[in-house]
C-alpha cells in the first residue's frame, strides 16, 4: 500500500509509543473545471446552465463547484477544486495533481460543446479507482447517450424539481439523505477560498471578482433557455442575510451575482441592497436582469448599495421574434429600462441573440439598430444554439433543421447550426461579424476601448480585436 493510500488520524500521530490502528479514510473529493479542448480556448462551464467557448477570454468564476465543496465538506469530505481554466492547467498537469489527491470522487463540470473532450479526465479518474460523477445540463438532456458513449461516467445528477443537485452529490458520495428541512434556502456558503479569486479579472469588471450566488430558475420559459432544462423554471431564492453572509465571510468586493434572473424579485433584490449598504466595507458589483423586472427607484437603490453596471436579456429588436421565442418582453421594455438604468447612472451590458426562431436577414438588421440606438456601454451578440433539452432544441430536430450532429456545435458564441427558412446558419454568422463591427466601431465601442484599456488586459483587447472585428 503506497504511503498515499495509508492515512493515520491526528492522534495516532501524536502518540507514537501506541500501535497505530489504521482509521477509515475520509471520502476525498476532487471537483473539476476541465482543461481547453485545445489548449489555448478559454471555456465558459457551468452547472446552471451556460457553456460555450469565450470569443474574448472572458473565465467564469467556479461558485458553483465551489457550492457543492461547501454541502461536502459539512458532511465530512476533504475538497479539492482543480479549476483548469483559470490556472490554465493542462490535461498532463491534472493528471499528475489526481494522482497526488488520489481521490475517491471526481466530479465533473462538463457542456454541450466540451463534453467529448471533458471525458478525458473521467478516463484519468478510473484509472486511478475513483468514482465518476457528472453534472451537466448536457447530462441532464442526454443522460442515456452520453452513458453511453462514455462508460467511465459512473452517475450523472439529475436537476430533480424537488431537490437541489448539491443534496443528491452528497448522498451519492456519504449515503447521507436529504433532510426534511433542507432545501435551497439551508445551503451553505460556497467555498470561495477554494477558488483561484486572483485569476479572475475582466476589463471594467476588475480583478479578483466572482459569483455570488442569489437564486435559481426563472418563472419564463424562453424556447432556447437551458434554466427550462435544469431547473424547470421554478424560481428559488437565497435570503438577502444568508447572500450578505457570504460576502461578509469572504470580505469579498468585486461581486458578479449569479442567477438566471437577478432582478425577478424585486422585495429579495432590495433587501440584498440594504444589506449590502450596511457592511463596514464597499461592494461594486454587477447582476444580470430581464428588461421587464426592474424600475427607476430599484435601479436607484442598486446603484447606492454598490451596483455599477447591470446586464440585460434584451435579445431581439423584433417584438414577433420575442414573441415567437416566448420572451414575453417586447422592444418598448428594452427602451424603458435602459432608460432607467442610465438615469440611476448604471453601465448596461445589453445581450443580444442572432438565429433566434423566426428571425430573418430584416429582423437581424432590427436587433443591429437597437443595440446602435440605445446607449449601452458594452454588448455581445451571441448565436441561438439549439441546446439539447430545450424546446428550440426540439424545434429544429423535429423540422430537420441542424446542419450537424456534432455536440461541439452546441455554442452560442462560435457556432451556428440551424438552417431555417429564409435565414441560413452562414448567413447568421456572417451577420455576428457585421454586428460586431458595427458596434465597436461607433464611438460607443471606441469609447469602451477607451475606458477599459489597461496593460495588463492586452490579450483580452487582442481576442476581441481578432475574433469580433476580424482582424
Known sequence: MSESQTLLSPSQTATPSVKPVLSVSPKRVLLVNPPSPNGKDII??????????????????QTSLALIAAVLNEAGCEVQIEDCIAERTDYQTLY????????????????????????????????????????????????????RRFPAIDHVVHYEKQEEPEYAIRELITDTSRRSDESFETLPAARQDLLPLHRYTLPLIGSNYTFVLTSRGCPWKCIYCRQTVTWKSMVRYRTADAIVNEISRYHLTNIAFHADTATVNRKQMLAICEGI?????????????RVDTVDLEMLRAMKVAGCWMICFGIESGDDNVLRLNKKEATVANARQAVRWAKQAGLRVWGYFMLGLLGDTPASLQRTLLLATELPCD??????????????????????????????????????????????????????????????????????????????????????????????
Open 277 to 289: 449598504r450596511h457592511l463596514p466595507w464597499k461592494v461594486r458589483w454587477i447582476c444580470n436582469s
Open 96 to 147: 499528475r495533481t489526481m494522482q497526488l489527491f488520489d481521490p475517491t470522487h471526481v466530479i465533473i463540470e462538463s457542456v454541450s460543446c466540451t463534453i467529448p473532450h471533458d471525458m478525458v479526465v473521467a478516463h484519468y479518474a478510473k484509472y486511478l479507482g475513483a468514482t465518476t460523477i457528472l453534472i451537466s445540463p448536457h447530462g441532464e438532456a442526454l443522460e442515456e447517450e452520453t452513458r
Open 378 to 471: 458594452l454588448v455581445n451578440f451571441s448565436l441561438a444554439a439549439p441546446y439539447p433539452g430545450t424546446e428550440w432544441g426540439r424545434i429544429a430536430e423535429s423540422a430537420g433543421w441542424l446542419t450537424s450532429a456534432r455536440w461541439e456545435g452546441y455554442d452560442q458564441n462560435v457556432s451556428a447550426i440551424v438552417d431555417q427558412p429564409g435565414l441560413s446558419h452562414q448567413q447568421v454568422l456572417a451577420f455576428q461579424q457585421k454586428a460586431y463591427r458595427t458596434w465597436y466601431l461607433s464611438w460607443r465601442g471606441v469609447k469602451f476601448f477607451c475606458q477599459a484599456w489597461r496593460p495588463r488586459y492586452a490579450r483580452f483587447f487582442w481576442q476581441v480585436i481578432r475574433n469580433h472585428l476580424g482582424w
Open 44 to 61: 465558459i462551464r457551468d452547472v446552471n446552465r451556460s457553456g460555450r467557448v469565450s470569443r474574448e477570454g472572458t473565465i467564469w468564476p
